[in-house]
C-alpha cells in the first residue's frame, strides 16, 4: 500500500504565508501578487488548463531522425507549429482557461557548460508572459530532455542531477519575482527510454528511486533560492514516466514540503483515447460502459492514493484524439471534468496543433488555430463542455476529495474469530493462500462487519457452505492504511454476493492476493451507514453435456452490447470444481462466440454449468449447443476444490469467479506440456513454460490494457524473430511444448505460419 505521501502541516504554512504576503508585486501590468495560497488554493484557482505542446518543447533533428546536439530559436517551429503569440493567450483566457502549462526542451539550447543560451531564455521568458500578464497560472518545466529519458537511467543520476540543478537554478533566477501564479514542474515523464518497460510495467521498476530523488533535489534547490516566493512556490513532482498507473504511482516519495503536488499524465482509458489498434482493444466510436469503469478506476485512485491524503494531484497531461467521434468524446469528458472537479484535480488538456492526421489519428490533439484564436468546430463541443461542467455550481469543487470515513467500533470491542497467520498467494495449491476455514454462520454475521488487521497485501474476505461451495469473496469497503485494518461490512455485502440461501453459510476465511501476515480477524457491531456495494453480476447458465459428441466443440453463443471485452468459465465437478476459462469480445453487431473442444472437458462429462464474469452487465447468454464450428477463443484450464466462487471487489474493478481477471490467467492442468523454464518461453514468470504463457502472449496481443507484458516476462516470451512479441510467439512455444521443436528461442527457418 501507498505510506510515503506526507500530509500538509497546516499552521506552520498559513504563518508562512501570512509574512510572504507582506511582500509587495513591483512587476507593472503583472498578474495581482498573490502569495497567501495553499497548495489546494493554488490547483482549485487553476482550474483547467491547456498545453502549448510542440512548440517550445520541440528540438530540431538530422536527416536520420537524430536529435541535433544544438539549434537556436527556430526550434520553436521546427515541429511545424507557428510561434505562440498573445492573440492565442487571450483567446483561450477568453475562453474559460486559467492555466498554461508550456513545455519547455532545454538540451539544444545549453553550452558545454550546461549554461542556457540568453536568447532562448528569452523567449521562454516572452512566451511566459503572454500568460502571466493575462492572470492565468504558469506551468513551466524540462521536456524531451534525452538526457534525462536514457536507457541507463537506474545508473545515471549524478550525471542527471548535477544537469538538471544547473537548469533549475538558472531558470528559478529568472523567474524569481513571479508569484505564486507561477509553478515549477521538476521533469516530464522520466523514464528508462529504449527498454522493454519504458511506458509500462506490471512490477515495480528501480528507476523510480532515481526519479524521487531527482525531484527531492530539485525541491531542495527550489526552497534555498534568493526569492520571495521559494517557500510557497508549487512544485510538481512526476512519478516514473508520469504515470497514471497504480503501480507506479505507488512508489512516489514525496518530500516533507507543504507546497507540492503529485504531476499525473492521464490519457485514460487508452484504447478510447489514443490507440489505434482495434487487435489490442481499441475503439472509439462510443465512449462504452467498460471504458467509464476503467475511467473511473483511474481517477479514483488518484483520489484515494494522494488528494485525500493532503497532497494535491495535477494531471498534467490529458485528452482524447479526435477520431471524427466528437460525441463520444464529449461524453468521455463529461465523466472526466465532472469527477475531476469533486475530486478538486486541476486537468491540463494537450494540445499538439493537429486537428486531424489520416497517417496518426492517434496524435490529433488540436482545439485552436494558434495563429487566429479560433476554436476549431470539430473539437469545439469538448471545449464547451468543459467548461460547461466548470461553469456547473452543482458540481462543487472537491466536494468528494476525501474518501468516506467511517465510525468503526474498536477492535478490543468485538469477538476475535482468528488470530496470528500468514498467507501467501505462492502457496494456493496446497491451501496455503488463505486461513484455516473456521466454523460461524449467518446468525452470526447478521448485523456485523469484519475487521482484519494486516500487514503486506490487503486481504479478501470470503464465506461459504460446510462443503466449502457457494464460495464468495469480498473486497473490503474500506481500508485504514495507517492501522492497517480492512473493513467489510458483511452484513450488506454477503447478501448481494452471496448465490443462494444465507442459512447454508458455515465457513468465513481470508485470502490474499500476494503475501500477508493476519494479526487477528474481528467481528465487529456493523456501523449504522449504507454503502454502495457493488451487486455479483456473475451470469449463469446450466449445460448439459449428455448428447455431446468427443470430437464436438461446446458452442456458447454470447449477446450484448457491441465491442465489450468479456470473460468467464465453464465450469463441473471434476477432482473437485474444475473450470475452463474463456475470453473474447463482442463483434460490432454485439455477438460473440465462444468455441471450446470437448477435449477440455473429462471423458463422460454429463452436466456443467457457463458463467459470464468481466462486463457481464453488458452481455447475457445468447444460446448453448455442440458442433464442429471452430472459432479463435482464448482459453485455459484452472483447478479449483470449490465451486461457484463469485467475487465482488471494488465497483470500478471487475466481477469474477476465483481468478481475478485483471491478472493474467496462465495456470494449466497436469494434463498439459510442461517443461521447467530456462528463461525462454516463461512468460509468466512461474518457473515453468507450458500454455499459460501461451495464454498470457495472446491475451497480451488481444488486450493489453489489461493483460500487459513487460520486464523479464516479455524477454522471455519474444522467443521467434527480433520483432518484439507477436503471435508468432505463441505458436512457437506451442511447437516447443509439442516437441516439434527442440529448444528456445526458436531459429527464424521455423515454419509457423
Not at 527556430?74 to 508550456?102: M, Q
Not at 550525471?159 to 521533469?187: G, P, S
Not at 476465511?509 to 453480476?537: F, S
Request: proline content about 4%.
Amino acid at each position: 500500500m501507498f505510506k510515503n505521501v506526507k500530509r500538509f502541516v497546516s499552521i506552520s504554512a498559513a504563518a508562512a504565508c501570512i509574512l510572504s504576503s507582506l511582500r509587495v508585486a513591483h512587476l507593472d501590468n503583472y498578474a495581482t501578487a498573490a502569495n497567501s495560497m495553499t497548495a489546494f488554493e493554488i490547483t482549485k484557482n487553476m482550474k483547467v488548463g491547456w498545453n502549448l505542446g510542440n512548440t517550445l518543447d520541440a528540438y530540431a533533428q538530422d536527416a536520420n531522425g537524430v536529435a541535433l546536439d544544438t539549434y537556436g530559436l527556430d526550434s520553436e517551429t521546427c515541429w511545424g507549429c507557428p510561434k505562440a503569440n498573445e492573440t492565442l493567450f487571450k483567446a483561450l483566457k477568453a475562453k474559460g482557461f486559467n492555466t498554461v502549462r508550456i513545455p519547455t526542451t532545454w538540451f539544444q539550447h545549453l553550452d558545454a557548460n550546461d549554461n542556457i543560451d540568453p536568447a532562448w531564455l528569452a523567449r521562454v521568458h516572452e512566451v511566459v508572459d503572454y500568460a502571466y500578464k493575462n492572470g492565468m497560472y504558469v506551468i513551466l518545466n524540462v521536456h524531451h530532455e534525452n538526457w534525462i529519458n536514457r536507457k541507463d537511467l537506474l545508473t545515471a543520476y549524478d550525471e542527471i542531477n548535477k544537469r538538471l540543478m544547473k537548469i533549475w537554478t538558472q531558470v528559478a533566477t529568472e523567474f524569481k519575482d513571479y508569484d505564486q501564479h507561477l509553478i515549477f514542474e521538476c521533469m516530464n515523464e522520466p523514464r528508462a527510454a529504449g527498454t522493454s518497460y519504458e511506458w509500462w510495467s506490471a512490477t515495480p521498476v528501480a528507476e523510480a528511486d532515481v526519479i524521487n530523488k531527482l525531484n527531492a533535489d530539485f525541491v531542495k534547490l527550489i526552497r534555498g533560492m534568493d526569492s520571495p516566493y521559494a517557500k510557497n512556490r508549487l512544485l510538481m513532482l512526476p512519478g516514473y514516466v508520469a504515470s497514471s498507473d497504480k503501480t507506479f504511482l505507488s512508489q512516489i516519495v514525496l518530500p516533507e514540503d507543504d507546497f507540492v503536488a503529485v504531476s499525473i499524465h492521464a490519457y485514460t482509458p487508452y484504447n478510447f483515447t489514443m490507440n489505434t489498434n482495434e487487435k489490442e482493444g481499441a475503439y472509439h466510436d462510443t465512449f462504452t460502459k467498460e471504458f467509464s469503469n476503467d475511467l473511473a478506476y483511474n481517477l479514483q485512485n488518484f483520489r484515494d492514493m494522494f488528494v485525500d491524503k493532503g497532497v494535491p494531484v495535477v494531471i498534467g497531461e490529458m485528452g482524447t484524439s479526435n477520431f471524427g467521434n466528437t460525441q463520444a468524446r464529449v461524453d468521455w469528458t463529461t465523466q472526466y471534468f465532472e469527477t475531476t472537479k469533486k475530486y478538486g484535480i486541476p486537468c491540463v488538456l494537450w494540445d499538439n496543433n493537429i486537428e486531424q492526421n489520416p497517417k496518426a489519428p492517434g496524435e490529433c490533439h488540436g482545439y485552436i488555430n494558434r495563429e487566429t484564436g479560433e476554436w476549431y468546430q470539430t473539437s469545439l463541443p469538448v471545449i464547451n463542455k468543459m467548461m460547461e461542467i466548470m461553469s456547473d455550481s452543482s458540481i462543487v469543487w472537491g466536494s468528494e476529495a476525501k474518501i468516506p470515513t467511517f465510525d468503526h467500533q474498536d477492535l478490543s470491542a468485538g469477538k476475535v474469530f482468528l488470530e496470528n497467520t500468514t498467507i501467501d498467494v505462492a502457496l494456493t495449491d496446497t491451501y496455503g493462500n488463505s486461513t484455516p476455514g473456521k466454523e460461524i454462520s449467518w446468525n452470526d454475521l447478521k448485523g456485523k462487519e469484519v475487521a482484519i488487521k494486516y500487514t503486506g497485501d490487503v486481504p479478501v474476505l470470503a464465506v461459504s457452505d460446510k462443503d466449502y461451495k457457494g464460495w464468495t469473496e469480498m473486497a473490503p469497503y474500506t481500508t485504514d492504511e495507517k492501522n492497517g485494518i480492512a473493513y467489510y461490512l458483511v452484513d450488506q455485502q454477503i447478501p448481494k454476493a452471496w448465490d443462494g440461501d444465507l442459512a447454508n453459510i458455515n465457513h468465513m476465511q481470508a485470502r490474499t492476493p500476494g503475501k500477508t501476515t493476519i494479526e487477528k480477524m474481528v467481528i465487529l457491531t456493523a456501523p449504522d451507514v449504507t454503502v454502495d456495494i457493488p451487486e455479483n453480476k456473475t451470469k449463469k447458465t446450466q449445460i448439459d453435456f449428455s448428447k455431446a459428441q468427443a470430437t464436438d466443440n461446446l458452442l456458447i453463443k454470447i449477446k450484448g452490447e457491441p465491442n465489450t471485452d468479456t470473460n468467464g468459465c465453464v465450469g463441473f465437478n471434476g477432482n473437485g470444481w474444475e473450470q475452463v476459462e474463456w475470453e473474447g469480445k463482442t463483434d460490432a453487431n454485439g455477438t460473440l462466440t465462444i468455441s471450446i473442444p470437448m477435449s477440455k472437458f473429462p471423458a463422460g462429462i454429463q452436466s456443467g454449468e457457463a458463467q459470464i464474469w468481466y462486463q457481464a452487465e453488458l452481455v447475457d447468454f445468447d444460446g448453448i449447443s455442440f458442433g464442429a464450428e471452430q472459432v479463435a477463443t482464448t482459453t485455459t484450464t484452472t483447478t479449483t476444490t470449490t465451486t461457484t466462487t463469485t467475487t465482488t471487489t471494488e465497483a470500478s474493478t471487475t466481477t469474477s469467479t476465483t481468478t481475478t481477471v485483471s491478472e493474467p490467467i496462465a495456470t494449466t492442468t497436469s494434463s498439459t506440456p510442461v517443461v521447467k523454464s530456462t528463461g525462454n518461453g516463461d512468460a509468466n514468470q512461474d518457473g515453468e513454460v507450458d500454455m499459460g504463457d501461451v495464454v498470457l502472449i495472446m491475451q497480451s496481443l488481444a488486450n493489453p490494457n489489461k493483460y500487459q507484458l513487460s520486464g523479464k516476462g516479455a524477454e522471455a516470451a519474444d522467443v521467434y524473430g527480433n520483432d518484439g512479441i507477436t503471435v508468432k510467439d505463441a505458436q512457437v512455444i506451442q511447437l516447443f511444448l509439442l516437441r516439434t521443436i527442440n529448444s528456445l528461442p526458436a531459429s527464424d527457418n521455423v515454419n509457423v505460419n
